[in-house]
């Protein structure tokens, strides 16, 4: 079945320093692939997404590339803020059967 | 517009009762799935209803069951209660059946199981 791995975490980075949270996923026929963010005590929220392989999903200065000969989602940004502090899903969906998440990489911002 | 509205936010229940979640979509959403949140991991796919029909449903046991209403808010069921089914339950709404469009998450009800 379907499946995504993502880097574990915590991941402690200072802020204005560069972000990476690696995605790769398993997957029959051609998904669509998304970032979740959650925020402590909150529900999920769509961060960005893309739908075919080489489109770019980009949001509040997050970016990701779908790229489907090396079956990854990265995420990144340039310069990372306090604010950026939660925990990130990466995701795909390929038909009726909902979402696959990874397990959650915890994004820990300091000063 | 308002977003995906679950209620209650917060729910204890003994062993073995039985519970029943709602979900409002956002409005002109006729997709409806449930995902279950254990601590510390990443969603699981319960059920998704479009339509008012069962579309997919994840590898959960019998005890959990849903509807969808013609008003397109939805109803996830748990029946025997165990404390494994302690976790946080989200609903999902999306435009189509396929998920191309992306899904709205609402803030999710907290279930506690004593």
């Known amino acids: ?102 397990k959650g990489t915890h994004l820990i911002i300091q000063p | 517009d308002a977003g995906v509205t679950q209620s209650p936010t917060h729910l204890i229940k003994t062993r073995g009762q039985h519970v029943t979640l709602r979900c409002s979509p956002i409005s002109g959403h006729k997709s409806v799935s449930w995902y279950q949140q254990v601590l510390g991991q990443g969603p699981q796919f319960i059920f998704q209803y479009y339509e008012k029909e069962e579309r997919g449903r994840g590898n959960f046991p019998d005890r959990f069951s849903a509807r969808q209403f013609p008003n397109y808010s939805s109803e996830l069921n748990v029946n025997a209660l165990l404390l494994g089914d302690s976790a946080l339950y989200l609903c999902a709404s999306s435009l189509g059946s396929l998920g191309d469009y992306g899904y709205t998450f609402g803030s999710g009800t907290r279930l506690t199981v004593v």
């Open chain 1, 1 to 102: 079945g379907d499946s995504v791995t993502q880097m574990e975490g915590p991941v402690t980075l200072s802020e204005e320093a560069f972000l990476t949270i690696n995605c790769t996923y398993t997957a029959t026929g051609y998904p669509s692939l998304f970032w979740y963010v959650q925020y402590p005590g909150e529900g999920l929220q769509l961060l960005l997404k893309a739908t075919k392989a080489d489109d770019k999903g980009s949001n509040k200065g997050f970016e990701a590339t779908y790229r489907k000969e090396t079956t990854s989602f990265h995420l990144e940004k340039g310069s990372v803020q306090v604010s950026d502090s939660a925990v990130y899903f990466c995701a795909l969906v390929g038909g009726a059967d909902g979402l696959t998440f990874g």
